[in-house]
Structure formats: structure tokens, C-alpha cells
């Protein structure tokens, strides 16, 4: 059965949409290994029996020519670090766990070189404290007057401080708290899957106020009241929260992602969110 239109123009942006992410890694702006090779073999699967024209053959050929230099920047990757004796932290990980306390106690030894000092004071070290204290100047020789200026105490409101930006109208922890359940209301009503789409949750009215969601939201995953899935080939990003802030989040290392809010990606939000 051949595809209609539509689909035929939907397979023809997913091509492009990958070939854009191929060139990316390419440039080195992208690690290789953000991209799903089986998933992008089964999208190109999909529609090549249905191309008639050429210039649809001649996109799915320019995607897998792409792919293939992607395979070989993977390849070169994997063969750099085995070059170098590189070991990956999560294959160490695994290792150290499957090894017996007794191996381990084993290789922990054969690398345990203990630094011995020993210390005690002899003649000639307190002749050397006495010679040092003789030769000290008097206290008063040493010790010189400062001059203090006396001022005067004041004091200032909580009003002025909040004006300042000293303090905030109310403590963060509590801010961060309403918002946390600000997240958890939204995504019950507008979610899907208990997750809410990204600039759906943080998108406000004005450009400051979403920016300042987005900081917001930023503690919220650190402190580890949500979390984000995102989607690079699709370009997707969801906040999933959780019932209960998960204190792992605060103890186990992450990868930081950092996440534009431009002028321009807020209006482009607005605008679909008007139409």
C-alpha cells in the first residue's frame, strides 16, 4: 500500500530532522553516542519502499550516507579510548561490585604504599625554640595601634532587605515547595503519563516570569522533586515529578543539563500556545 501525502511529507521531515542531527555530531558539537543507530535504521526502513521520485531516493541516500559517518565517529571513539587504556566508570562500577571482599582486599594491598613519619623533639630542636623566642621583639614592638573609627548602629527593616533583594518575601524552601506541588496539579490536569511537556509547565505570560520558572524548576530536579526524559532525536523535553523528593538525587553525581530559555524560543511557545 503506497502512503499518501501527508505521510510522505512526515517521512521526508524525519529524514531531514536526522540528517541535521547527524551533521551536528559531525561538527563535534554533539557526542555520537546521543544517537540511537538502530532507531534511525528502522525510521529509514520505514519509508524507503515507498520513494518513488528521485530526489525522495536521493534524502534517503543522504541520510544513510550520514549515519554511516556517524557508525565511524562511534567506532573511531571506541577504539581512542580502548587505545588508552580508558576505562569506563560504569563498566569499573560493575567490576568492583562482582569482585569479593577478599579480592579486594587483595588488590587493595598489593596498592597500599603507607607513608610512615615518625616525630620527636630533640636538644637541638629546643635550642633552635629557645634562639627563636630570645630574638622576638617585645609585644608592644610588634603589635601596632590600629585606628577604629566608632559609627554609629543602625538598623533596617525586613521591607528593605526584600527591596534590596537581601531577602525574599518568603523563605525559598517554601517557595520550592509550592512549586513542587504547582508542578504535580499541572501535570495531573494537563499531563500525560504523569509528565507534563517542559515549556507547557515553565511558560508564563511575560519572558521574565518564565525564566524565572525555569530557575525554579532547575532546584526542582537537583533537590530531586522531579526530573526531566528527554528526547534528543525528537527534540522533546518532559518533567516527570515524583510523590515523594528522592534524596539519592542529592547524593549521586549527574550530568548537568543546560537548557536554553531564549527570547525567541519564549515567543515561539506563545505563538503556539495562541493558535
Not at 527593616?157 to 496539579?185: C, G, P, Q
Request: hydrophobic share 35%; aromatic share 10%.
Amino acid at each position: 500500500m503506497s502512503y499518501s501525502k501527508m505521510e510522505k511529507k512526515s517521512g521526508k521531515e524525519r529524514l531531514e530532522h536526522i540528517i541535521n542531527v547527524c551533521t551536528d555530531i559531525e561538527n563535534k558539537t554533539t557526542d555520537p553516542f546521543t544517537l540511537n543507530v538502530d532507531d534511525i535504521i528502522s525510521v529509514v526502513k520505514e519509508y524507503f519502499p515507498h520513494w518513488e521520485q528521485p530526489e525522495e531516493l536521493k534524502l534517503d541516500a543522504e541520510a544513510l550516507h550520514h549515519l554511516a559517518s556517524v557508525i565511524k565517529l562511534q567506532s573511531e571513539w571506541v577504539k581512542q579510548r580502548s587505545s588508552s587504556l580508558y576505562t569506563d566508570p560504569f563498566l569499573l562500577e560493575e567490576k568492583i561490585k562482582k569482585t569479593s571482599k577478599q579480592d579486594m582486599i587483595s588488590v587493595f594491598l598489593s596498592a597500599w604504599n603507607p607513608i610512615v613519619e615518625f616525630e620527636q623533639l630533640s636538644l637541638q630542636n629546643i635550642a633552635q625554640s629557645l634562639l627563636y623566642w630570645d630574638t622576638l621583639p617585645p609585644l608592644s614592638g610588634r603589635w601596632k595601634k590600629i585606628d577604629v573609627s566608632e559609627t554609629s548602629m543602625g538598623s533596617v527593616s525586613r521591607e528593605e532587605m526584600v527591596k534590596e533583594r537581601i531577602l525574599s518575601n518568603k523563605e525559598f524552601a517554601d517557595e520550592l515547595t509550592a512549586y513542587w506541588l504547582e508542578l504535580k496539579t499541572k501535570t495531573a490536569k494537563k499531563g500525560i503519563d504523569n509528565k507534563i511537556d517542559y515549556w507547557d509547565f515553565i511558560g508564563a505570560e511575560t519572558y521574565e516570569e518564565t525564566v524565572q520558572n525555569a530557575f525554579l524548576t532547575s532546584f526542582l530536579v537537583t533537590y530531586g522533586y522531579a526530573t526531566l526524559e528527554i528526547d534528543r532525536l525528537e527534540e522533546t523535553i518532559f518533567i516527570l515529578p515524583f510523590n515523594e523528593p528522592r534524596i539519592e538525587a542529592l547524593t549521586v553525581q549527574s550530568t548537568s543539563v543546560p537548557i536554553a530559555i531564549s527570547f525567541e524560543d519564549w515567543q515561539k511557545w506563545k505563538r503556539g500556545k495562541q493558535v
